[in-house]
DNA sequence: GAAATGTGTTAAGACTTTTTTAACACTTTT
DNA sequence: AAAAGTGTTAAAAAAGTCTTAACACATTTC
């Protein structure tokens, strides 16, 4: 169950927040200033619903403050539908901003996509350009010819086109693919990924889907 | 560079959204109708920016095919604020819903929020004006570009970033950057100063990111 | 149960990229 | 104008990576 942290100081509007949360099967934590938020806002807050116009310190303050404790979504609510505020506020991190009196339902639609981004409608079928690989059935395909990927094969290119173009470090690798600490050494991680890129280059000998980044990790690029 | 997808057919909307962005140094593809959408959007689509009132298929039908062929973020632009369509839409899988006329900034800064949502890697984000610094995976982009920085450039960078608009110390450089006390000459870290200079300007060549501090240090401005 | 096959790890040497060094031009301070 | 500090470039040195091959181990096949 995910936990929302409320930080609202119109006791009216926190305890409607609050009950439709509930009945939405959040975990709900309140705050009512900005000093109190900083306090409550813990490991195990999964997002923010922020009010602007607290006692005490400003919104700006707050956020940065609070983006820096722990990288959570933060989702603004407030009165004030000044742009510039807007924009300030969405440099300083927050992920959005709805003005009120705003509709239960539309705030809990834009938790929902803030809470979950990936996981709901994530595909069971991760596809690139040439690669297709079914996470269920643990086949890889590359221009439509079946590729045989061992395990820890199949694995490390999992992750590395889950985060298409994007550079996976060595240390998300052995934490993602050998579950323990004591696990693989660089040269095991090397080795993988040489007989991946050898299997991938029989299909296609043009390419190097797999990019080393020198001395951090691995990207994939399609 | 991402790439988003404009489905819109106002011309004018159209264009202006598409100057809005190459300006701000995205990669644009068009559409003009839900069916064009379909058939540009491919691997390389970051995000999507859906238009509801467009000729021949209903939004709800194209958003619903757009994230079976790839679960990228959707921000929806529509004239209408109906509660229930938005909410619709949100239980289809959009990711944000900006009502028309929208504030050009607004979308921007939304439109980065899901941009830089989408990985599974939780990222930790520094950001100044230009410059995006991810901790966790290494990346650098200033005005929305890529850059390539090696690990101690990488480091430098995140140091000064991290002070933004403070002077940074050599000797704090070398504690940090370098773990040991026997770490490296003054000269050195000219030299890594030079070379994230050269790559910054490359990108901004009216701006000097970093600032030296005569004798004392260097200190990054936004 | 033995042989064959496949997987994961380690080691060694070739190779590539990054980091440092060194030299000289340049800028700021005294 | 001299001294101290900084910027840039090319090179040498160091660090990190790639590949091959060998071995241990597990699983499958005969």
Redesign the pocket.
């Known amino acids: 169950m995910k936990t929302i942290l409320i930080v609202e100081d119109d006791q009216n509007i926190h305890e409607m927040l609050e009950t439709v949360l509930k009945n939405n099967h959040y975990n709900v934590k309140s705050a009512y200033s900005g000093t109190e938020a900083l306090l409550v806002h813990g490991k195990d807050v999964d997002l923010i619903i922020l009010d602007l116009m607290l006692p005490g310190k400003n919104g700006e303050d707050i956020i940065k403050e609070l983006k820096q404790i722990k990288n959570v979504p933060v989702i603004i609510t407030s009165a004030i539908g000044d742009i510039d505020k807007k924009l300030d506020l969405f440099r300083l991190g927050a992920d959005d901003y709805v003005t009120k009196p705003f509709n239960n339902d539309e705030l809990l639609a834009r938790i929902n996509v803030h809470i979950n981004k990936n996981s709901s409608i994530s595909a069971e079928i991760i596809k690139s350009k040439d690669i297709e690989l079914n996470k269920k059935t643990y086949t890889v395909t590359c221009k439509n010819i079946n590729i ?1 990927l ?4 199949f694995e490390i290119l999992k992750l590395l086109m889950q985060e298409n173009g994007r550079v996976v470090t ?1 240390s998300t690798l052995f934490d993602t693919v ?1 579950d323990n600490e004591n ?6 991680l ?6 991946i ?2 299997k991938l280059k029989q299909i296609n000998p043009n390419k190097d889907y797999i990019e ?1 980044i ?4 691995y990207k994939f690029n399609d």
């Open positions: 045989n061992s395990k820890i094969e060595k050998w696990s693989a050494d660089e040269n095991t090397n080795v993988h990924i040489s007989k890129r050898n080393t020198w001395s951090i990790g």
